[in-house]
């Protein structure tokens, strides 16, 4: 289900409390279904072993 | 006869300047007046320095000066006038990193990198312009007069390191460093016609730096030869005991690995991603630059570009959102008014990327890392793509609006840089000729982590095979003339 600009209100209301202007809700709404999009995408090949930290292990490991 | 030593001395490199004063041949305080003279002339137009730190330099350049005659140096960038993106903490300096907001607070602490650079005997001349909390990719920032391209006024610098792309291609400072998230370095080295220089992740210590999104951010010289880049990367790389990120292992003499032969490299041409998109111009320059990489011995080798590099450059924009929001949180609430509208609304989204889609992200970098190294590096040494696939935008078309358009510049700007930090490999810019308009257009070489030696082998040979890098900037020769003639003209 795409993320609404009610929603983001809402958590903003509760949570964030930032000052953000009555007309970027529905502009920021799709940016945040793309952002969820690219999150999902990444899902793809998600591996629950797998630690943020090997990144930079790796750099080390496969270094040039 | 001081003009024309000025002149001569501001159309040299880095490496060529500090070499001279090395040997006494010049001083450093010529060296330094040859800068200013250029400041002087050039900066009331185009507007690269935000801040000139004379006296200091003056007094520096004094006792380098004096030490050397004493049969000392302090190093091999002794001498040498430099300038940095106004986001590198000197104590007791205002480093505004192109805001409001820090306008008036002075730093706390010293860069690492500026110590580094210190010690090595450059001199550091004042702050360049930036894009406000280098967020955002054309060069524009709200709060400062606009830094103008040295190659055509009607085109951006690009950022968001824009002041230290302006300063060096106008020769006002030997070199600059900038700091690169997602292309701050390299794309604005490609839109004013110079050398960028991404070092892997980790390399060089960001310990005093503006920080924008902590896992992507890396600190990188802007040169106008790759010989400079690498004496400066040689300098301020390597590890710091203030910084647990930056690397513990020792760094390479980069410089004594320039003249190798190119025999046995392989140069990977991309299928897929880079090569989507390309402006026809762009396009030629890539081709004919491979053409000088074939010539001087290299293999072109056709590299496959997995599918997870689409991936990574979609989740690019998430981890830096989600870092960079956490970052401003407190003044967002507090100071909101005081950010300009557009790097206001840039940081909005962050606020509500959720904890779990975040680390989701980081997680995937493992997998992409791994992923694109087994495809492209199992098969080549250095891969080459554009650094920008469009020319460098007009004023015009990068005026803020909303709409899929406008939209669709800016991702294009850093569609394929942004994805070589997400993977956190080094990646090296350098200009490879010229679009019928008449605009510096760059490569990028990228390769396997730790692999600037590499990099630098390579764009330094390209360099030496086409002198490109002696170019002077098209409008710069007419400003000078013109500024030395008529005065300055008010904008």
């Given at each position: 289900m795409p993320i609404s600009p009610e929603v983001l209100k809402a958590i903003n209301n509760e949570a964030q409390q930032i000052p953000i202007r009555e007309e970027r809700w529905p502009e920021l709404a799709v940016e945040l279904n793309q952002l969820r999009a690219a999150a999902e995408a990444a899902l793809?090949?998600?591996?629950?072993?797998?630690?943020?930290a090997e990144f930079f292990a790796l750099l080390h490991s496969r270094r040039a | 006869m001081a003009q024309q030593l000025a002149d001569e001395l501001q159309n040299l490199s880095l490496c060529e300047a500090a070499d001279l004063v090395k040997t006494g041949q010049v001083s450093a305080v010529e060296v330094l007046n040859a800068c200013v003279k250029q400041i002087d002339t050039l900066d009331p137009v185009?507007?690269?320095?935000?801040?000139?730190d004379r006296e200091s330099a003056l007094a520096r350049a004094r006792w380098l000066d004096a030490i050397r005659s004493a049969g000392e140096s302090s190093g091999p960038l002794h001498g040498v006038p430099m300038a940095h993106k106004d986001m590198y903490y000197r104590s007791g300096?205002?480093?505004?990193c192109g805001s409001r907001i820090r306008s008036k607070e002075p730093a706390k602490t010293t860069a690492t990198v500026l110590r580094k650079l210190d010690c090595a005997g450059s001199i550091d001349l004042g702050g360049l312009a930036m894009v406000e909390f280098a967020m955002?990719?054309?060069?524009?920032?709200?709060?400062l007069p606009r830094a103008l391209?040295?190659?055509?006024?009607?085109r951006v610098p690009c950022g968001s390191s824009s002041g230290s792309g302006v300063a060096v291609a106008s020769r006002m400072v030997y070199a600059s460093l900038g700091s690169d998230t997602g292309g701050s370095v390299r794309c604005p080295a490609a839109a004013n016609g110079i050398v960028g220089c991404l070092p892997?992740?980790?390399?060089v210590s960001r310990r005093g730096v503006m920080p924008m999104s902590w896992s992507l951010d890396c600190v990188g010289p802007l040169t106008r030869t790759v010989r400079d880049a690498a004496r400066i990367l040689k300098v301020i790389a390597g590890p710091d005991s203030l910084d647990n990120?930056?690397?513990?292992t020792p760094v390479p003499d980069y410089e004594s690995e320039?003249?190798?032969?190119?025999?046995?490299i392989r140069i990977g041409i991309p299928q897929g991603y880079f090569d989507e998109d390309l402006d026809s111009d762009v396009q030629t320059a890539i081709a004919a630059s491979l053409d000088v990489f074939r010539q001087a011995g290299a293999a072109l080798v056709p590299a496959a570009i997995p599918k997870s590099v689409s991936v990574a450059s979609d989740l690019h924009p998430l981890v830096m959102k989600a870092e960079g929001s956490a970052n401003h949180r407190l003044w967002k609430r507090a100071?909101?008014?005081?950010?300009s509208d557009e790097v206001g609304k840039r940081l909005?989204?962050?606020?509500?990327?959720s904890a779990a889609d975040y680390v989701n992200a980081l997680q995937y970098r493992a997998f992409a890392l791994g992923d694109f190294l087994d495809a492209v590096f199992s098969k080549v040494d250095a891969l080459l793509t554009p650094v920008?696939?469009?020319?460098?935008?007009?004023l015009e078309q990068t005026a803020y609006r909303s709409g899929p358009g406008y939209l669709k510049m800016v991702v294009a700007l850093t569609r394929n840089t942004r994805v070589i930090n997400f993977l956190g490999l080094p990646a090296l810019s350098v200009t490879c000729g010229y679009t019928s308009e008449g605009m510096p257009t760059s490569f990028q070489l990228v390769g396997r982590p730790f692999s600037e030696s590499l990099l630098f082998r390579l764009g330094h040979r390209f360099q030496m095979e086409t002198?490109?890098?002696?170019t002077i900037p098209r409008a710069l020769e007419r400003d000078r003339l013109d500024l030395n003639r008529l005065g300055i003209p008010r904008r």
């Open positions: 793809a090949v998600h591996d629950f072993d797998r630690d943020p | 185009y507007h690269a320095f935000v801040r000139q300096r205002v480093s505004a955002g990719p054309h060069g524009f920032n709200a709060h391209n040295p190659w055509d006024h009607d892997t992740n980790g390399l990120t930056a690397t513990a320039l003249e190798r032969t190119l025999g046995g100071h909101a008014d005081e950010y909005e989204a962050g606020f509500f990327i920008l696939p469009i020319p460098t935008p007009t002198n490109l890098h002696r």
